[in-house]
């Protein structure tokens, strides 16, 4: 009971892995690839892009799992920050998917809102480390 703020943060982490972080044409781009988005509309939006980004972001939410569970301090604090970055890398480059389909007439693009989800896991689990008074 005393770890649930850490794991609220890698269970909002996990389910923002499959939500929509953008929509191309109302195709879902997610980081995790659970819809058939690996290429969209011409290759302006390709999943190899951020694929690097989204195992390591798996990865390390998983890891995330077991430091909260193993009560390790220093080792919540890193992968809440690690998240952080690579989110940032992956919103760098959904942005520059933006600026392609401007050059298309007639091709929409929007943001989705699991990036606010993503931001509250992490931040729930920067959270949990940083309050966290024992280390083990």
């Known amino acids: 009971?005393?770890?649930l703020?850490?794991?609220?943060?890698?269970?909002?982490?996990i389910i923002s892995g499959v939500l929509p972080i953008a929509t191309i044409n109302n195709v879902p781009v997610t980081i995790f690839p659970v819809f058939e988005n690996?290429?969209?509309?011409?290759?302006i939006w390709v999943w190899n892009d951020i694929s690097?980004?989204?195992?390591?972001?798996?990865i390390v939410a998983l890891l995330a799992i077991y430091f909260v569970l193993k009560g390790i301090k220093l080792a919540i604090i890193i992968s809440g920050a690690i998240i952080l970055v690579v989110s940032?890398?992956?919103l760098i480059s959904v942005w520059m998917s933006s600026f392609k389909v401007e050059k298309f007439q007639g091709m929409e693009?929007?943001?989705?809102?699991?990036w606010l989800i993503l931001i509250a896991?992490?931040?729930l689990i920067l959270?949990?480390?940083i309050k966290k008074k024992k280390s083990a």
């Open 109 to 114: 693009f929007s943001y989705g809102y699991s």
């Open 127 to 129: 959270f949990y480390g």
């Open 121 to 123: 896991g992490a931040a």
């Open 38 to 43: 690996f290429n969209i509309a011409d290759s």
């Open 5 to 13: 703020i850490g794991l609220a943060g890698c269970l909002l982490l």
């Open 1 to 3: 009971m005393k770890y």
């Open 52 to 58: 690097a980004f989204s195992v390591t972001f798996g």
């Open 88 to 90: 940032f890398f992956m």
